[in-house]
């Protein structure tokens, strides 16, 4: 099977991105995968199999002189996908209060979850060919309709502001691509927890699908795993 797309993967040494770029390895397509500590990421381990089909670039998204680094190093390549997976919870636990946070641990989850990831989409979309998908990993937890228990109000807060961004950057960019906000379901990694419903291969398949899916179309869609619209 000859598949010779492209996709770049921001924030892909663990979970969720590590998982996405494996899968994405396994059908075929060539990736480039973002880490922000080379010593620590488990891409690297996955190079020896799959050679040059899998690249790897230092990138912490926070730090806009390394995304300029990154669109520098990808030159005139084009790209099919570019998906930011890159994100953080409060380091106090996700129920921390925006009563009680300080303003500081709130700008970090707002800056990283946020700001930055649409740094990116900002930076590199135009290597990003006509039809080719453009997309983020949001939450559920991001929806401001869905919100009926409360809870998460830091993390939910991120979320549904890079919704908000997003939207404004479809009104830019949504006739040319496929806009993409995914959320994945309560999955079992550092930043879900071990409590999590689900495990990685349990829903990597359908994550994976859903935004390969999205290929071709244009506008902007907010898309659980399973490829069913979630309420803004």
């Given at each position: 099977?000859?598949?010779?797309?492209?996709?770049?993967?921001?924030?892909?040494?663990?979970?969720?991105?590590?998982?996405?770029?494996?899968?994405?390895?396994?059908?075929?397509?060539?990736?480039?995968?973002?880490?922000?500590?080379?010593k620590?990421?488990?891409?690297?381990?996955?190079?020896a199999?799959?050679?040059?089909?899998?690249?790897?670039?230092?990138?912490d998204?926070?730090?806009?002189?390394?995304?300029?680094d990154v669109?520098?190093q990808?030159?005139?390549?084009?790209?099919?996908?570019?998906?930011?997976?890159?994100?953080?919870?409060?380091?106090?636990?996700?129920?921390?209060?925006?009563?009680?946070?300080?303003?500081?641990?709130f700008?970090?989850?707002?800056?990283?979850?946020?700001?930055?990831?649409?740094?990116?989409?900002?930076?590199?979309?135009?290597?990003v060919?006509?039809?080719?998908?453009?997309?983020?990993?949001?939450?559920?937890?991001?929806?401001?309709?869905?919100?009926?228990?409360?809870g998460?109000?830091?993390?939910?807060?991120?979320?549904?502001?890079?919704?908000?961004?997003?939207r404004?950057?479809?009104?830019?960019?949504?006739?040319?691509?496929?806009?993409?906000?995914?959320?994945p379901?309560?999955?079992?990694?550092?930043?879900?927890?071990?409590?999590?419903t689900?495990?990685?291969?349990?829903?990597?398949?359908?994550?994976?699908?859903?935004?390969?899916?999205?290929?071709g179309?244009?506008?902007?869609?907010?898309?659980?795993?399973?490829?069913?619209?979630?309420?803004?």
């Amino acid at each position: 099977m000859s598949i010779n797309k492209t996709a770049l993967i921001v924030g892909a040494s663990r979970g969720i991105g590590l998982a996405i770029v494996k899968e994405l390895l396994e059908r075929n397509w060539n990736v480039i995968g973002t880490v922000r500590d080379e010593k620590k990421a488990g891409l690297h381990e996955l190079v020896a199999k799959w050679g040059d089909h899998l690249k790897t670039f230092i990138l912490d998204i926070n730090l806009p002189t390394q995304i300029a680094d990154v669109k520098s190093q990808l030159g005139e390549k084009s790209l099919d996908l570019l998906f930011v997976n890159a994100g953080v919870a409060n380091k106090n636990g996700m129920q921390e209060t925006i009563g009680t946070v300080s303003t500081e641990e709130f700008i970090r989850v707002m800056v990283t979850n946020a700001l930055s990831p649409m740094r990116v989409l900002e930076q590199l979309v135009d290597k990003v060919h006509p039809g080719g998908v453009v997309g983020a990993m949001s939450s559920g937890l991001g929806s401001v309709a869905g919100n009926e228990t409360g809870g998460n109000d830091v993390y939910r807060a991120s979320k549904a502001a890079l919704n908000m961004i997003m939207r404004s950057f479809a009104a830019r960019h949504g006739k040319d691509h496929a806009l993409l906000l995914l959320a994945p379901g309560w999955i079992r990694t550092d930043l879900g927890g071990q409590q999590a419903t689900f495990s990685l291969e349990d829903v990597i398949g359908d994550i994976v699908d859903t935004i390969l899916a999205q290929e071709g179309k244009t506008g902007l869609r907010y898309l659980d795993r399973f490829g069913k619209p979630v309420h803004w």
